[in-house]
């Protein structure tokens, strides 16, 4: 399909360990975003890339918390010496647009920390 | 600090009836704000947005309504299916901003 992938969709991890989320936008969009849902929350957003530009970080919970795209297309999202509060659905999107508007999410990958 | 705020996590409505969603939102520097509906195992996917220069905008059976001066917005389905059962989140973005900020999302069941 031409939607946003995103694996894996389970990752089970013991404390402490590094975990790593891949993303696939949709092709041609320039805009990708990362958002964690915690349960019972609302979508937080993390980290935010626009083409070539620098990311917007602005939204990652702490230093342990890292992103990286290639180019406009695949982004890794990882996460060092995870803990429990790092239990999260986390949620990847593209858009075609320069400002947060419209964008196309895909199914998550849910982390559980244990 | 929730920025955001969808107070009713759930409603149930009969099949042909009008569903009313709401959403308050505390940043006056929001101009632009969005619904998502989310089935389960899937993310989101875009419904409708409106701008802050409009009071209202409707896409068939959605019409999404702003009182800027109440900071509230609302999302109507009307007649509304069994298939718009689903989680539906609110969204707004500042101006100019790479981000949006979502609410904590209101389940709407559909009962046929």
């Known amino acids: 399909g031409a939607g946003v992938s995103q694996s894996p969709s389970n990752k089970v991890t013991e404390k402490g360990k590094d975990v790593e989320l891949r993303c696939d936008p949709i092709s041609g969009h320039t805009a990708l975003y990362w958002y964690r849902q915690r349960l019972g929350q609302g979508l937080e957003f993390l980290i935010y890339?626009?083409?070539?530009?620098?990311?917007?970080k602005s939204g990652l919970p702490s230093d342990r918390f890292s992103a990286e795209r290639t180019g406009e297309s695949v982004s890794t999202l990882t996460i060092q010496r995870t803990q429990q509060e790092d239990s999260a659905v986390y949620l990847c999107?593209?858009?075609?647009?320069?400002?947060?508007?419209?964008?196309?999410f895909g199914p998550g990958t849910r982390l559980t920390v244990l | 600090d929730q920025q955001v705020k969808q107070n009713s996590p759930s409603l149930s409505v009969q099949e042909g009836r009008i569903s009313i969603l709401n959403c308050d939102y505390t940043?006056?520097?929001?101009?632009?704000f969005l619904w998502y509906k989310k089935y389960p195992a899937e993310g989101p996917t875009f419904l409708i947005s409106?701008?802050?220069?409009?009071d209202k905008n409707e896409d068939g059976r959605f019409t999404v309504f702003l009182n800027k001066s109440a900071k509230h917005l609302s999302l109507h389905i009307v007649p509304s299916q069994p298939g718009d059962s689903a989680v539906y989140f609110c969204a707004a973005r500042g101006t100019g901003a790479n981000n949006l900020f979502f609410g904590t999302g209101t389940r709407l069941t559909v009962i046929p």
């Open positions: 890339f626009q083409g070539n530009s620098a990311p917007d």
């Open positions: 940043n006056s520097m929001f101009d632009y």
């Open positions: 999107a593209s858009s075609s647009l320069r400002l947060a508007g419209e964008q196309f």
């Open positions: 409106i701008s802050s220069i409009k």
